[in-house]
């Protein structure tokens, strides 16, 4: 019997890119209550009487976009990356791979552990920023399977990792292949929140006028846009960047209401400012998704191109990089 069991999880992607597979996909995702935080009749017909019916045809183009012959990029990336880190390393710890929502769901892998009666469970999310929308329904979602076990094993949640230099490292490197210097300007691009799921961590402090885009300030201990802001000071000193030389934004918005500045419009400024060559990263992503290869390798390349600009390129993400591997052997050890 092994010691250990770590489970790696993601957020989801439905099992094929289908209307119906999407519906079911969608109907989960979004019927979180910390992904659309608002009382449970309203969240409900909102999801599931206008949000679903009208959203599905899109999502369903865009997932054919981006299928491949082996399935979902997400779930191929998540089940190479637990492939090898069980291929060596502590023999005593077992990777498993699994999805918030959809398959491999979090109660299958969980009752594999269960069966397999181990010492002790680790909990890593796949997302470097805390979010509550992400890592915290992880955490809830693993706990509401647990506390139904006559014996609960020792359980351990890893938080966030953003800061972790074998993270930093790691992302650095990637975005150092593609040699910075050759480009006008580098835009490190997140997954948008809304922007009560912000004021909700620091009651009381106005984001408007927080200083997290300059520095890092005290109440920015799980502050999803205040982690955002130090991942991109921290990329950029690793990789040597000028101030002037890079911008922070946020994408794939619902609305005005959510963080800004947005990518879209961030590098369609920056081309009718003159900047003809520009790299993207998206260091909220360890997986190339739909956000990633799709939403900024394609239709936001294309809006920079349209607005005047000559060359754009997009970072790949961590997905089953050898520097990765090592990088996630190195967080499963933070105390």
């Known amino acids: 019997m092994s010691d250990r069991a770590i489970i790696l999880v993601n957020v989801g992607t439905p099992e094929k890119p289908g209307g119906k597979q999407l519906r079911r996909y969608l109907g989960q995702f979004l019927n979180d209550k910390r992904v659309i935080d608002i009382p449970w009749l309203f969240r409900k017909i909102l ?7 009208f959203r599905t045809p899109k999502s369903a183009r865009l997932y054919r976009r981006l299928w491949t012959p082996d399935g979902s990029p997400l ?14 390393g502590d023999k005593e710890d077992i990777f498993f791979g699994a999805m918030r929502y959809g398959e491999p769901s979090l109660e299958k892998v969980l009752l594999q552990i269960k069966a397999g009666q181990y010492r002790e469970i680790l909990v890593l999310p796949l997302y470097p920023q805390y979010a509550s929308s992400t890592t915290g ?10 506390k139904k076990w006559d014996v609960i094993p020792a359980i351990r ?12 490292n790691a992302f650095s490197d990637l975005i150092r292949a593609h040699d910075p ?8 691009s997140y997954h948008g929140l809304p922007l009560r799921h912000i004021r909700k961590v620091h009651p009381g402090i106005d984001c408007n006028t927080c200083s997290c885009s300059e520095w890092l300030p005290p109440h920015g201990t799980h502050c999803y846009k205040v982690s955002c802001y130090e991942t991109t000071r921290l990329l950029a000193a690793e990789l ?31 081309a009718k400012n003159g900047c003809k060559r520009i790299l993207v990263t998206a260091p909220s992503f360890v997986a190339d998704c739909l956000e990633t290869t799709i939403e900024i390798g394609e239709d936001y390349r294309d809006l920079f ?18 520097n990765w591997v090592k990088a996630v052997r190195q967080l499963i050890c933070i105390d």
Do not use: C
């Not at 329904?137 to 647990?146: C, D, F, P, Y």
């Not at 946020?250 to 920056?270: A, G, H, V």
């Open 47 to 53: 999801v599931n009487l206008i949000i679903i019916p």
């Open 75 to 88: 779930l191929i990336y998540l089940n190479r990356l637990v492939e090898k880190l069980n291929q060596g």
């Open 137 to 146: 329904t992880t955490h809830e979602k693993v706990m509401s399977i647990v």
């Open 157 to 168: 949640f890893l938080d966030q990792f953003y800061s972790h230099p074998a993270f930093i």
């Open 181 to 188: 210097s050759e480009y006008d300007h580098v835009v490190f």
């Open 240 to 270: 040597g960047l000028e101030k002037g030389r890079y911008t922070t934004s946020f994408q794939s918005r619902l609305s005005k209401n959510w963080l800004s500045p947005f990518t879209d419009d961030t590098i369609t400024t920056l």
């Open 305 to 322: 191109l349209g607005s005047g600009g000559e060359k754009f390129d997009l970072v790949e993400s961590l997905n089953d990089h050898e």
